[in-house]
């Protein structure tokens, strides 16, 4: 034998027995994790990315201590941080169609949405909806219940038609409609406590393109047209643009049309306008609804064309923190109304549009859009300052009008309100114990959550 096979030989054996193989990953040194706005960070002993379902298995059988799943980091909350094990999938990325399903793919858990719009396109299928970026796993968008807009569109999780993952003793599960119904129903949004993903089965239709149009309107209009709107067009959003008296509405909808020219979607422009005008005229209000709002008031609609899996997601290069919670589709537009009112009386300092965004309720135990219909509200504060004192006073009138927070954005609630706004909290509980008893997919935040 050539000294070149004997050298690929052994890296091969050494790829095979794949316990080795997580150690060599394992970084000798430990090194500082944190996620997309540096609000959370830990200091994990190790981290590991398996090639294949096998080492991933071998590692959890060879492993006694915490091991937590990591996706692309963009969660707010304290989901991910441990400082013993950090787990990737960043290997499983296949995407393949399923035989004979209508439009199905199989899915490997670690893949991006970005990469996966690119994937599912060569393959003749998009995702029904997506969220305002792509840089997230797709594990880790289902884990939270990811959700772009539109009124008859449901969270990424609800177009999971199975779902693969792996439990704290390094045995598979497989779940869908008809095997394993009450597992199918808990881990889909499953935080990462249930087992690590390794496959996803999702929905998916034809690809399509889709023309945004760009509105501007004073608040009055945008409040008493938001939900019309929502109907007549397959995604709506707003925001509303605190200090101007006017908001900015996103619809999208199906067209045949080709893809236009068009600047990539950069939010950061406007936004650094928008901080410009709070560092200059801050000390005004009315100055600031002068400036800002009357030249709003004089812009014309703007509209693009592009694939699906491209017009969703902007680049977000201004980091914040963020609070977002769904409430019932009944009372969001009076809620979105009173926490208008409030940044307007106590936070000149916010800049930040408010985002409303529209989604349809799932039958998912943890997905906050639990058989039921929902707006979404989020507030967000730049990252380099403060978000306490404006997300303390907001929390609340989420609270009051019942809402559910997004699992992967700041909020201050544990487990007697968890129990309280989920009717099948406690039975998602009973399946966490049930596949892993002794807590090793659970840190600080999940078992302050789980009241482990
Ligand atoms: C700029 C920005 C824009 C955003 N836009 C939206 C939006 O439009 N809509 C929306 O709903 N949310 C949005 N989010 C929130 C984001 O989509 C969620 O927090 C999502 O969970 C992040 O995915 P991730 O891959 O970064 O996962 P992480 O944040 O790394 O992890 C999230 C959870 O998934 C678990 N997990 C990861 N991989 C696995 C696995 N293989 N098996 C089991 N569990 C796993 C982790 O343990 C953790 O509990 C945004 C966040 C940011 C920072």
């Keep these: 034998m050539q000294r070149r096979d004997l050298l690929k030989s052994f890296v091969a054996a050494s790829l095979c027995s794949a316990f080795p193989l997580s150690l060599a990953q394992a970084s000798a040194r430990a090194l500082p994790w944190k996620n997309w706005s540096a609000n959370q960070s830990c200091l994990p002993k190790s981290r590991i990315a398996p090639e294949n379902i096998d080492q991933l298995s071998s590692i959890l059988k060879g492993h006694n201590g915490t091991v937590r799943a990591v996706g692309s980091g963009h969660s707010f909350t304290a989901l991910v941080p441990t400082d013993d094990t950090l787990l990737s999938l960043r290997n499983f990325t296949s995407v393949n169609p399923v035989t004979g399903s209508n439009q199905q793919a199989d899915i490997g858990a670690g893949i991006s949405l970005q990469q996966l719009g690119l994937k599912l396109d060569k393959i003749g299928q998009a995702l029904i909806n997506m969220p305002d970026i792509d840089k997230q796993t797709l594990a880790g968008s289902i884990s939270t219940a990811t959700h772009g807009t539109g009124r008859m569109l449901g969270s990424l999780s609800s177009y999971i038609t199975e779902l693969e993952f792996m439990d704290a003793q390094g045995?598979?599960?497989?779940?869908?409609?008809?095997?394993?119904?009450?597992?199918?129903?808990?881990?889909?949004?499953?935080?990462?406590?249930?087992?690590?993903?390794?496959?996803?089965?999702?929905?998916?239709?034809?690809?399509?393109?889709?023309?945004?149009?760009?509105?501007w309107r004073p608040y009055e209009e945008a409040f008493a047209q938001a939900k019309n709107l929502a109907d007549i067009?397959?995604?709506?959003?707003?925001?509303?643009?605190?200090?101007?008296?006017?908001?900015?509405s996103d619809s999208l909808d199906i067209t045949s049309a080709p893809v236009t020219e068009s600047e990539e979607l950069n939010s950061n422009d406007g936004l650094g306008d928008l901080k410009m005008a709070r560092d200059y005229l801050g000390w005004s209000n009315k100055a600031r609804e002068l400036v800002l709002g009357s030249y709003m008031k004089t812009l014309e609609p703007s509209a693009n064309i592009d694939h699906s899996f491209k017009i969703y997601s902007s680049e977000r290069s201004v980091r914040f923190n963020e609070m977002e919670y769904h409430l019932p589709y009944e009372t969001g537009i009076e809620a979105l109304q009173e926490i208008v009112n409030l940044i307007e009386r106590k936070f000149p300092e916010v800049f930040f549009p408010i985002e409303c965004r529209f989604v349809k309720g799932d039958d998912c135990w943890l997905s906050p859009f639990y058989r039921r219909d929902s707006i979404s509200i989020a507030v967000h504060r730049f990252f380099e300052e403060d978000y306490l004192p404006l997300f303390k006073e907001i929390e609340p009138i989420f609270r009051k009008y019942e809402g559910r927070p997004h699992w992967g954005k700041l909020n201050t609630l544990g487990y007697p309100e968890f129990a309280s706004l989920y009717p099948r909290f406690k039975d998602f509980l009973a399946i966490r114990e049930s596949l892993d008893p002794s807590q090793r997919f659970a840190n600080d935040y999940l078992k302050k959550t789980f009241a482990l």
């Design 233 to 248: 067009h397959r995604n709506f959003e707003f925001y509303v643009i605190p200090f101007t008296g006017m908001t900015l």
């Design 171 to 215: 045995d598979l599960h497989l779940c869908n409609k008809q095997v394993n119904p009450d597992l199918f129903d808990a881990a889909r949004v499953g935080l990462g406590a249930l087992g690590i993903i390794t496959r996803v089965r999702m929905q998916n239709t034809q690809p399509f393109n889709l023309k945004r149009v760009g509105t």
